[in-house]
């Protein structure tokens, strides 16, 4: 007679070769799109083309340094082989076509592999460098990323990189689209988020109690996140256009785009990101000490956990700040530099987003962590409650 323990064993063995299959499938099938594109065509408008086209130096006729303004800038003139027809050849001089100034100049070298972009008008096609190619090294990082997943993580980070990429799927597929097409973008995240929470938990952390916990404490925290947004942004007096991106999304999609909606959005997606550790966390704790003394009380459930509880937060907080303040060190190197005083730097606008992005998100944190512990509590204290 076959063991139970042994024939489940069997069986998740079984799924855990056929997700892992499918995983590099995927990957393979992503892999090609990725190392052979195909041409893009930007815009077309006014007799004027726009392409992306990629290609590979194969020689440099001149190097050196020459006048341009008042001031003597770098240059190259690289002649460059087209790809994918490897028939085309061009002859680019990247100074005086890219203007590039002397503090972002690259030099390039024989075999390196460019991004150019071609502008076609009245016959005529000019071709600018736009840099090197970065998808290769993205792909090795990639790889090694999954390889140490799988190896520590195993059959679970095999199912965690699943939830990734339909993360990945909703947000490209669902939500940049509709917003694109002129849909609220932060009610358009939180449709996204109605789907991405259930699948991508459930696919994580299985079909069980604590991610029943989980994904509701996270869908209440992050509609939380979402007002305590709103509320914010509009009485910090916030207008989003704070980077080159968004006022050439502003120029480029005129009234379609919600600006200050698409800030919003941004704080829901990036709060979401955390949310679930918290939640399921959380979820986690409040089961173990359940199983550990089955005689605890609601109230001891939830003081042990909000105590396991209170050092997650302290630690997800700061690493909050870090990961802001890394982002903007460049705006705070250059505000040190001028010696600004303290009001004059908050009240800059790009710094006065960052606030809000990480108070905000903060908030929504330290709310998931207590909001998460009761709900925990409630559903393993109940006389009912079965393990699972």
Same mark, same amino acid.
């Given at each position: 007679?076959?063991?139970?323990?042994?024939?489940?064993?069997?069986?998740?063995?079984?799924?855990?070769?056929?997700?892992?299959?499918?995983?590099?499938?995927?990957?393979?099938?992503?892999?090609?799109?990725?190392?052979?594109?195909?041409?893009?065509?930007?815009?077309?408008?006014?007799?004027?083309?726009?392409?992306?086209?990629?290609?590979?130096?194969?020689?440099?006729?001149?190097?050196?340094?020459?006048?341009?303004?008042?001031?003597?800038?770098?240059?190259?003139?690289?002649?460059?082989?087209?790809?994918?027809?490897?028939?085309?050849?061009?002859?680019?001089?990247?100074?005086?076509?890219?203007?590039?100034?002397?503090?972002?100049?690259?030099?390039?070298?024989?075999?390196?592999?460019?991004?150019?972009?071609?502008?076609?008008?009245?016959?005529?096609?000019?071709?600018?460098?736009?840099?090197?190619?970065?998808?290769?090294?993205?792909?090795?990082?990639?790889?090694?990323?999954?390889?140490?997943?799988?190896?520590?993580?195993?059959?679970?980070?095999?199912?965690?990189?699943?939830?990734?990429?339909?993360?990945?799927?909703?947000?490209?597929?669902?939500?940049?689209?509709?917003?694109?097409?002129?849909?609220?973008?932060?009610?358009?995240?939180?449709?996204?988020?109605?789907?991405?929470?259930?699948?991508?938990?459930?696919?994580?952390?299985?079909?069980?109690?604590?991610?029943?916990?989980?994904?509701?404490?996270?869908?209440?925290?992050?509609?939380?996140?979402?007002?305590?947004?709103?509320?914010?942004?509009?009485?910090?007096?916030?207008?989003?256009?704070?980077?080159?991106?968004?006022?050439?999304?502003?120029?480029?999609?005129?009234?379609?785009?919600?600006?200050?909606?698409? +800030?919003?959005?941004?704080?829901?997606? =990036?709060? !979401?990101?955390? @949310?679930?550790?918290?939640?399921? %966390? #959380?979820? /986690?704790? *409040?089961?173990?000490?359940?199983?550990?003394?089955?005689?605890?009380?609601?109230?001891?459930?939830?003081?042990?956990?909000?105590?396991?509880?209170?050092?997650?937060?302290?630690?997800?907080?700061?690493? +909050?700040?870090?990961?802001?303040?890394? =982002?903007? !060190?460049?705006? @705070?190197?250059?505000?040190?530099? %001028? #010696?600004? /005083?303290? *009001?004059?730097?908050?009240?800059?606008?790009?710094?006065?987003?960052?606030?809000?992005?990480?108070?905000?998100?903060?908030?929504?944190?330290?709310?998931?962590?207590?909001?998460?512990?009761?709900?925990?509590?409630?559903?393993?204290?109940?006389?009912?409650?079965?393990?699972?």
């Amino acid at each position: 007679m076959l063991d139970p323990i042994t024939t489940k064993s069997n069986k998740q063995l079984k799924v855990y070769h056929l997700l892992k299959l499918l995983l590099i499938l995927f990957f393979f099938a992503g892999l090609q799109f990725f190392i052979h594109p195909q041409l893009i065509i930007a815009q077309t408008t006014n007799n004027q083309s726009t392409k992306t086209l990629e290609g590979k130096v194969i020689k440099i006729l001149e190097t050196g340094q020459k006048s341009v303004g008042d001031q003597l800038v770098p240059f190259q003139k690289l002649v460059i082989r087209l790809n994918p027809s490897k028939k085309q050849i061009i002859v680019v001089n990247q100074a005086e076509v890219s203007g590039i100034s002397t503090a972002v100049y690259q030099k390039y070298q024989v075999g390196d592999q460019l991004r150019l972009q071609s502008i076609t008008h009245n016959q005529q096609t000019d071709y600018f460098i736009q840099g090197q190619v970065k998808r290769f090294a993205l792909v090795h990082l990639v790889i090694l990323f999954i390889i140490v997943v799988c190896f520590v993580s195993r059959f679970q980070g095999i199912l965690s990189l699943i939830g990734l990429a339909i993360s990945f799927l909703v947000i490209s597929q669902m939500i940049i689209p509709l917003i694109i097409n002129g849909a609220d973008p932060v009610l358009t995240v939180i449709a996204g988020a109605t789907i991405i929470i259930p699948i991508t938990f459930y696919i994580s952390h299985g079909f069980n109690k604590k991610t029943h916990v989980g994904v509701i404490a996270t869908f209440i925290a992050l509609v939380f996140t979402g007002f305590l947004t709103l509320y914010f942004i509009k009485n910090g007096h916030l207008t989003g256009y704070t980077s080159d991106e968004v006022n050439f999304l502003a120029l480029e999609q005129g009234d379609k785009i919600n600006i200050l909606g698409l +800030l919003s959005a941004g704080i829901i997606i =990036s709060t !979401l990101g955390v @949310l679930d550790d918290i939640t399921v %966390g #959380q979820a /986690s704790v *409040i089961k173990q000490l359940k199983e550990a003394n089955p005689k605890l009380n609601g109230w001891e459930l939830f003081r042990r956990g909000m105590q396991v509880g209170q050092d997650h937060i302290s630690s997800m907080i700061n690493t +909050l700040v870090l990961v802001y303040a890394g =982002s903007s !060190l460049p705006l @705070l190197l250059l505000f040190y530099r %001028g #010696q600004r /005083s303290f *009001i004059d730097v908050i009240e800059f606008e790009p710094v006065a987003e960052e606030i809000v992005r990480m108070m905000v998100g903060s908030i929504g944190l330290v709310m998931a962590a207590p909001l998460a512990t009761v709900l925990a509590m409630v559903v393993y204290n109940h006389k009912t409650h079965t393990t699972n």
